[in-house]
């Protein structure tokens, strides 16, 4: 039973990358998407899921809130009676090192509200096409 809580707590913290890379390369894909005339960067509803995601990451932060992937990977882990935070699987080590940094719970929101920011801006400056629009 170990084995399917730590395979389970690797496929949350899979997806947790995930979620961070479609906020992250999503807005750098958006910039690079515009500036190479790519129309798929229009996408209303592209857009508002990207904004939407990194919104829910701001309202977290701000109310003090811990995600609820790294909750229930955290629970996985300790259910398999492995640490939480230092397993010795290689995906988590390396995911790990990638998602989890040693900063201020403030200087996450500041970082998480001023990514916000550049991605509503992003709205202004490249504005998606209204859904049913082509």
């Excluded at 894909?29 to 919104?55: K, Q």
């Excluded at 230092?86 to 998480?112: G, I, K, N, V």
């Amino acid at each position: 039973m170990e084995n399917l809580y730590l395979i389970l707590a690797d496929t949350i913290l899979v997806i947790h990358f995930a979620f961070v890379g479609f906020v992250i390369l999503g807005l750098v894909g958006i910039w690079l998407g515009y500036l190479l005339n790519g129309v798929w960067v229009r996408n209303f509803w592209f857009r508002m899921a990207h904004l939407a995601a990194m919104g829910i990451v701001v309202l977290q932060a701000i109310w003090e809130q811990i995600c609820p992937l790294t909750i229930w990977e955290m629970e996985l882990r300790l259910l398999a009676g492995a640490d939480p935070r230092y397993d010795t699987t290689f995906m988590q080590h390396w995911l790990h090192q990638l998602l989890y940094w040693e900063l201020s719970a403030t200087a996450f929101t500041a970082l998480y509200i001023l990514f916000f920011i550049l991605i509503a801006a992003t709205l202004w400056f490249i504005p998606p096409r209204k859904p049913g629009r082509r």
